[in-house]
């Protein structure tokens, strides 16, 4: 997994050098954070697990309403 978050990151600077960071999301219930420790990225916040369904807009059902981490690669300053 973090050769595949490697190859990633090359390819969307070499391809988009508009942007300047990446971000993912970790479900807390399910895994630890591992492969993006592993491949540099940093955490940041951990956010509530909500629903995306609102009142007016109805989405699939979701996998898991478990917190999440955000995680962030900053791919600019390299």
Known sequence: ATFVLSKMRKLIKDKFDNIE???SYQDTEV???????????QPG??????????ETRER???????????????????
């Open 31 to 41: 895994h630890k954070g591992t492969i993006y420790k592993a491949a540099g990225w």
């Open 45 to 54: 916040q951990l956010t509530d697990g909500v629903s995306w369904s609102s």
């Open 21 to 23: 960071t990446l971000v």
């Open 60 to 78: 699939n059902k979701e996998q898991t309403l478990a917190p999440k981490i955000r995680w962030d690669l900053r791919i600019d300053a390299e």
